[in-house]
Structure formats: C-alpha cells, structure tokens
C-alpha cells in the first residue's frame, strides 16, 4: 500500500495532527504552512479528521482584516485513557484526556488479606468495579477508552508481560496482575510496566524532572525502586531489571529493601527509641510500666508518618532517627551516583515524598561525602506519579494506533 494515494492521504493526516498537537489551534493556511502541504491537500485531509473525530473546527479567527479563518485544532476529547497505580496499600485510578489533562482521580485501599483470600477473578472484578464506577461518573462508556497503563511494585518481564517478583504485601498475586489476566479483564489495550519506572517517565514528562538528560527517580515506600531515564528513554537492562536497587547489598550484607524501606525505617527508629521516650510514649497513670508491654505498644503505633510529624515540630529524638536514616539512604545514593553520575536525583514514594525533612539532611551529606553530587529535589507529582506516567504511555500507545489506523 506504501506510494499509493490512499497511503499518501493518511500520511498527511497524520502530519497534520502531529502539526495541531504540537502547536495548538490552527487555521488551514496555517497548517499548510507549518506542514509544507497545499491548501487543497491541508482542506481534505482536515475534512477527513474531522469524520474521524480527531480534529474539530472552533470558530473563526479574529483577523485585523480580510475573511476570518476557521480555527482547527486537535479534538482531545474524542477517546480517553487511564492510569492505574496498584499499590502495595492503595489503588489509584486516574482518567485523562489525549491530552494528558487528569480530568478525573480516585483512590481506593488494597486490603491486601482480603484480597489474598479471593480468587484471582474476584480481585480483577474489583478492579474493574472502580473503573466502572470511575466511567459512570463521568458519564463516559467504555467504548470511548482506548487504553489504560497499569503501574505494578514488582519486575514485569519485557516479553512475557509476566510478573517476575512483587513488592512483599502483595505476593501471590502475580498472576492476577500480568498482563495476560489484565487484558483479559478490560475491553481495552493494556499496557503493564513497573510503577517506579512509570513515576520517572511521569517526572519527566511534566514533573520535577522536565528537561533533565540523565536523572534517577529514587522511591521508598513500602518497597524501594529507581527508575532511570537517559535522553527520555527508560534503561530497562536484562529482564527489566534496571533500576531493581532493592537487591543492592549493604555493609552488614542486608538488602537495600529491607534499610530503606518503611519497614526498615520503623526498625532505625525502635532501635532508638527507649520506651520511657515522650516523642509517642503511651498515655498512663504513671504506675509501673512493664518496659516489654510499652516496647510493643509503641511498635504498634509508631508509623512512618507520625515520625516526619514529630520532626516537623522539633522533636529531638525524631531528627535523630531521621539523620541515622538519611546517612542510609546517602551510602545507596552515593553508589549510583559515581556509576551513573546523573543530573538529577528525584525523591519520591511513601516515604522518600517527605522532602520538606529530608532534603536539608541529605543535600548537606551529599556536599561533605559524594565524589560526584548531582542535584537533589522532591517529586512534584507526588502520590500521582506512577498515574501520571501510566497515563502517558497509554496516550502514546493510543495515538500510534490512531496513526496505523490511518495507514491501514
């Protein structure tokens, strides 16, 4: 088909939406002079858009003189795609416009023994129970979605769309949430890549990583992660698995995993911490406490989250607990650092998304002990930094199947 009219015609479509994409509202004459195209090429090809849904007319220009122009520009409304981040704790669904406009987000918990307890089509069910609401809300059906890019906490195999290894809280449900049983689930395309590697593609595409050649995104949360980005392409390595710094060893042979994640940071602070500590002692009458009821009591309600609070309000013993941690997540940073020597690192996830504590902390380790010191932020995406990303690559995996449709 490739030299024939036909083909020809469908390529000039498709230079006139990347034209209307890319600078907006246009008139024809415009486009032809953006595109290189003759006014009666540009005056076809927009009529055919037009039939197509993809491009619409907005009005007239307002010209100083002369016959007023009909505006075009790209119709973003005319499919939609989501994002879904399945959390170790927490589901996110966000749905977005071609644009990449988040018209719409929810969140909704992973009761994770529950769902260990239903069968694999119960929990895709639930899956697809969210979305359906989510649709229904906006008055929107499913023939209007074109794709939706799933973020997982686990290795997904390149090939395969397997998952290799998950974060701990959800292990057991690998199969569930392979692509296989995702695309079996949803009348849509699906798309399944790793969550941190997602938020990094989110941070660079309209985050705090916009603009950056060479940046890590560095997440701790429940688990840890990096996604690296090179000229705006993912390094992925053998199996997926770069980025996979969970498995990186530390002096005392621990995983990374098991110091920086949440759980590890809970362990540096009852480490620290005496039970008589009035940083979250137990309320009392002051009679004789037993110090191994207190010791559990406080394991119980020390969270990752009071600890940031209590720094945030000067508690000494907190700032203590954080230092030791910060000093920790310094000895990972360091090592990428000199392998990778990047522009950028972004913190980002549950706990690493504390920057207002963190931050100071580490940039003054990384100016007394890094060879190389590459800039340190916080993510700006925030807790929607995996949608984001899963948001983008289905919006690019949508508008290439718009382009082959138009070849075909």
Known sequence: ???????????????????????????????????????????????????????????????????????????????????????????????????????????????????????????????????????????????????????????????????????????????????????????????????????????????????YNLFVFFSIGTGTGAGIMVHGQLLRGLGGLTGEIAEMLMEDGRRLEEVLSADGLMQVAKRHLNPHDELLAVADSGADLNVDVVADDLNRHLTPEKLFEAARNGEVDALDILQQYSQMIASALRQISVVLAPDLIVLGGGVGGNGDVLLPLMRQIISEQFPVQPQLICSKLGEQAVVTGAVQVAIQQTMLNLQQEALE
């Not at 973020?151 to 290894?165: A, F, Y």
């Open 1 to 211: 088909m490739a030299g024939t009219p036909q083909y020809m015609r469908n390529l000039n479509e498709n230079l006139i939406m990347d034209a209307l994409i890319t600078q907006g509202t246009m008139s024809r004459a415009d486009i032809s002079r953006q595109t290189g195209l003759s006014k009666p090429t540009v005056s076809l090809a927009v009529e055919h858009l037009i039939d197509r849904n993809l491009v619409r007319e907005m009005g007239r220009a307002d010209n100083a003189q002369g016959r007023k122009a009909t505006l075009i520009r790209f119709n973003e409304t005319a499919y939609y795609v989501c994002g879904i981040d399945i959390g170790a704790t927490r589901i996110r669904i966000a749905l977005s416009d071609l644009n990449g406009e988040i018209i719409a987000y929810r969140t909704h918990p992973m009761v994770v023994q529950e769902a260990h307890e239903q069968a694999e089509a119960t929990m895709l069910e639930l899956l697809r129970s969210h979305m359906n609401e989510l649709l229904d809300e906006n008055h929107l059906n499913w023939e209007q979605i074109q794709c939706i890019g799933f973020g997982i906490p686990g290795v997904v195999l390149p090939d395969s769309g397997r998952i290799n290894r998950i974060v701990d809280p959800l292990a057991g449900l690998e199969q569930a949430f392979s692509l296989e049983s995702l695309s079996g689930a949803f009348p849509c395309e699906v798309i399944l890549e790793n969550d941190v590697n997602l938020a990094a593609l989110g941070e660079y595409r309209s985050g705090a990583a916009a603009g």
